[in-house]
């Protein structure tokens, strides 16, 4: 069964740069949804970036436009996140995650929410980023 690896959190001053990684291990889940969520305490689990791979351009959070980078590197089975001019309020743990196993769509990527992957697709454990002032 394919795992989701996440690395590349952690701890920085606001405007500095990180770059997280997901990597897919053990297997394929064949996905038309890869994204990036996050979750600070207290909050639900909310998109931040999600690349359809039927094509198109990638959804990004109004929050992170401009700022945040999803691509993905299909040979390494990785997925990547490029996160520039870091704020604190981006602080929260950061999951990626391959869902829709059918094509639905690039809005049903956008839009499926944490729920609709607990049901069909795969959660990578996680990584903290702690972003301070």
């Known amino acids: 069964q394919v795992q989701l690896v996440e690395s590349g959190g952690g701890s920085v001053q606001a405007g500095e740069s990180l770059t997280l990684s997901c990597a897919a291990r053990?297997?394929?889940?064949?996905?038309?949804?890869l994204g990036w969520f996050r979750q600070a305490p207290g909050q639900e689990r909310a998109e931040v970036a999600i690349?359809?791979?039927?094509?198109?351009?990638?959804y990004y959070a109004d929050s992170v436009k401009g700022r945040f980078t999803i691509s993905q590197n299909i040979n390494k089975n990785t997925l990547y996140l490029q996160m520039n001019s870091l704020k604190p309020e981006d602080t929260a743990m950061y999951y990626c995650?391959?869902?829709?196993?059918?094509?639905?769509?690039?809005?049903?990527?956008?839009?499926?929410?944490?729920?609709?992957?607990?049901?069909?697709?795969?959660w990578g454990q996680g990584t903290q980023v702690t972003v301070s002032s």
């Open positions: 690349i359809y791979t039927g094509g198109g351009n990638p």
């Open positions: 995650a391959h869902y829709s196993p059918e094509d639905r769509g690039s809005d049903y990527c956008a839009s499926a929410g944490a729920g609709a992957i607990n049901d069909a697709g795969v």
């Open positions: 053990g297997g394929v889940y064949s996905a038309y949804c």
